[in-house]
């Protein structure tokens, strides 16, 4: 049986974000190919990721919604669809998706440097020099 992560929770949110994402060239009537293409890969993508994190939690996981996160803010200019409206939703939903992922890689990341610094309960204490 799984065992459920609290980190987990903020894979659900960017994938109701990626599903938004998905919708979004139907919600503006987009007429552009290349940037429907964008946002439907880019939603497909971050969906298919966040899924995989929600089931089997692995860091590249993370780093790969970061980088799509990024690239959303960054795609306007470089597929050249600036001052539209799809521009304002992919650069507000990459924002978020990066802001999570990254979050996620941070909590994640001190969880495990706490995990490994600690002692095993058994030796804590041990080397205090009452004990010896």
Do not use: C
């Not at 987009?30 to 940037?35: E, G, I, N, Q, R």
């Not at 439907?40 to 899924?51: D, E, H, K, N």
């Not at 994190?53 to 799509?68: G, H, M, P, Q």
């Not at 996620?104 to 969880?111: A, Q, R």
């Amino acid at each position: 049986m799984l065992k459920w992560r609290s980190e987990a929770v903020l894979d659900i949110y960017n994938l109701v974000l990626a599903l938004v994402l998905f919708a979004a060239p139907w919600f503006l009537s987009l007429t552009k190919t290349a940037t429907e293409m964008d946002l439907w890969i880019s939603g497909a993508a971050i969906a298919v990721i966040s899924l995989g994190a929600i089931a089997a939690f692995t860091r590249w996981d993370e780093w790969a919604n970061l980088f799509l996160g990024l690239w959303l803010i960054a795609s306007p200019w470089l597929l050249g669809f600036t001052h539209t409206r799809a521009m304002h939703v992919s650069i507000g939903i990459g924002i978020v998706v990066a802001f999570m992922a990254g979050l996620e890689l941070m909590l994640t990341s001190s969880i495990g440097d706490d995990e490994k610094t600690a002692a095993p309960p058994s030796t804590q204490g041990q080397d205090h020099p009452l004990f010896h």
